[in-house]
């Protein structure tokens, strides 16, 4: 079946704008993560969903960033304000419950902030 | 909060030696433990995970061992193969918590 899907791939911004980054979970997985991966790191937790509610979002860097997913499924990453700072791949994993069963990511987007 | 280190942070091998990548983690009650696999420009591919109820798990050519005692896993990679080359990532996660703590990383390089 078909995996996680991420888009766009690539997103190259000014900074001060503002972007949505899409995520596409496994059907059916009603646990939803987003990463973030710096250059050479390995990802960094930002926020998890079980079904429509943000169960934890501690990994949020600042309140520039927020992430919906209204009806369960698909979620949004949303970045105001863009910095610099921000540019990184935006990594998306779906699992088919929380309770720490595997994880399977999408490609992410590369974002870039000029 | 856990951490998570991860050695070495490049490895080249000859085709056909083993590769072997070792990872510590600092908090107790962690008790799931995946390995990713990275190949460049793709998302993280899981490879093969443990359990704190056991210590060893083995997929063919890919091992992992964990020892709660000392805090600590590894992955084992025998009979490499120049498709192996990839960074790897190992992770740890404490039920209750469900979010991942990575390693930094480690860049596998299979030379044929």
């Known amino acids: 079946g078909a995996g996680v899907s991420q888009t766009p791939s690539n997103k190259v911004t000014e900074k001060g704008k503002y972007v949505e980054l899409r995520c596409d979970p496994i059907?059916?997985?009603?646990?939803l993560y987003w990463y973030r991966q710096s250059l050479g790191q390995g990802p960094e937790f930002l926020i998890y969903?079980?079904?429509?509610?943000?169960?934890?979002d501690s990994g949020l860097p600042n309140d520039r960033f927020f992430a919906v997913r209204p009806e369960g499924s698909v979620s949004t990453l949303k970045i105001q304000r863009t910095e610099r700072g921000d540019s990184a791949v935006y990594l998306c994993?779906?699992?088919?419950?929380?309770?720490?069963?595997?994880?399977?990511f999408g490609d992410g987007t590369r974002l870039s902030i000029l | 909060g856990e951490n998570v280190e991860q050695h070495p942070s490049t490895l080249s091998v000859q085709e056909g030696d083993s590769a072997v990548i070792k990872c510590t983690y600092s908090?107790?009650?962690?008790?799931?433990f995946p390995w990713y696999k990275q190949e460049l420009g793709k998302g993280p591919q899981l490879i093969i995970d443990?359990?704190?109820?056991?210590g060893e798990k083995k997929d063919q050519r890919i091992a992992v061992t964990l020892n709660k005692t000392a805090k600590h896993f590894s992955l084992h990679i025998t009979e490499t193969q120049p498709e192996d080359s990839a960074v790897y990532f190992c992770?740890?996660?404490?039920?209750?918590?469900?979010?991942?703590?990575f390693g930094t990383g480690t860049r596998l390089k299979v030379l044929a």
């Open positions: 994993a779906s699992s088919s419950t929380g309770s720490g069963g595997p994880q399977h």
């Open positions: 908090d107790s009650a962690s008790n799931y």
């Open positions: 969903f079980q079904g429509t509610g943000a169960a934890d």
């Open positions: 059907s059916g997985h009603t646990a």
């Open positions: 992770a740890a996660s404490t039920s209750g918590t469900y979010k991942y703590i």
């Open positions: 443990i359990r704190s109820n056991v």
